[in-house]
């Protein structure tokens, strides 16, 4: 076929005898070549509306995938609406919550340290509606799902993946300020000895949670500048999100193994006392197992990166 669609001579011969040798093995011609001679004229004709067969079908698949490129868009629209609502939602639940116990707080029911919780809890759900309304925004735009990825285009000049990781990371340093005033208070409790070394640990474990989680926020954002100025490539970006987020697993992980030594050498005093079950003790010595094993999954993963980055850095 040429590429004005007009036939091929050789292939008008080919088909000819294609379509002779199937009348003569169907007994069309019977010892006569007068078919055919009939058939040439119209030939070109068929081969034409072959053509145009081809090129509606062509333009049929195009409307079809249109169709359904339009029809998954109106589908992650809907869904992204739906999410929207149900962040509204718990929006107003904890708004409301907020404001009975500030009033309760007002009237000498509860104390400070309760309303600051809800206060933060309202402030997740702030952030999780904004995060979902920039998403919704995006879809409406792209007609996809909303891309997250460091390396993600922009997106009619907007950088959303960078303004839900700012709407994101605003809640964490309420968190943060409510974790470390609740460790200070363990810390008093635990001077007067009343409360134990093991519980303090766990709570100052929670805080170097938050402030890793505040890290890795200002991280990601970091990364997602320099390859949007054209300093880290695609593969690199990722590749050092991932990395950056593997160190953090292993760092919450060994948090977590001090935690647990501290709490199973308390368990194995008390069980020595008779305090605690020996299914007790071997479920603590269980937990401490699981996240010596998670330090352990940890390192590996950082160990595959590293090698993923230097492959990389050096193509």
């Known amino acids: 076929m040429n590429e004005d669609h007009t036939p091929d ?14 009348l003569r093995r169907q007994g069309a011609l019977n010892g006569t070549s007068s078919a ?26 195009h409307a079809v ?28 639940h904890f708004g409301r919550e907020l404001a009975k116990t500030q009033a309760r707080v007002e009237q000498g029911l509860v104390n400070e340290r309760e309303a600051r919780g809800m206060a933060v809890a309202f402030s997740q759900a702030e952030s999780e509606t904004e995060f979902r309304e920039l998403g919704l925004t995006e879809t409406l735009i792209t007609g996809k799902e909303p891309n997250d990825a460091l390396s993600a285009p922009l997106v009619d000049g907007r950088d959303f993946v960078t303004q839900r990781l700012a709407v994101q990371r605003r809640p964490i340093q309420r968190q943060l300020d409510f974790v470390a005033d609740r460790a200070r208070r363990h810390e008093e409790l635990a001077e007067a000895g009343l409360a134990s070394a093991g519980e303090l640990k766990g709570f100052q474990a929670e805080v170097a949670g938050v402030e890793q989680e505040l890290v890795g926020f200002d991280k990601r954002i970091a990364l997602r500048a320099s390859f949007l100025d054209g300093e880290l490539s695609a593969a690199a970006v990722e590749l050092r999100a991932m990395r950056f987020a593997a160190v953090a697993a ?23 006392r008779g305090a605690v079950s020996d299914s007790e003790l071997h479920a603590m010595e269980t937990e401490l197992r699981t996240v010596e094993a998670q330090v352990e999954l940890a390192e590996l993963e950082l160990r595959i990166l590293d090698q993923k980055l230097d492959d990389a850095s050096e193509k």
């Open 9 to 22: 001579p050789d292939f008008v011969n080919r088909l000819e005898w294609e379509l002779e040798s199937t």
């Open 65 to 92: 995938t249109h169709r359904v490129d339009k029809q998954a868009a109106a589908l992650y629209v809907a869904r992204g609406e739906a999410l929207v609502e149900i962040a509204r939602t718990r929006l107003d």
């Open 250 to 272: 292993r760092d919450m992980a060994l948090r977590h193994v001090e935690v647990f030594a501290e709490q199973q050498k308390r368990f194995a005093l008390l069980s020595e």
């Open 36 to 61: 055919i001679r009939l058939l040439r004229p119209r030939l070109g004709t068929t081969l034409a509306l072959v053509v145009v067969s081809m090129l509606v079908g062509g333009a049929g698949t």
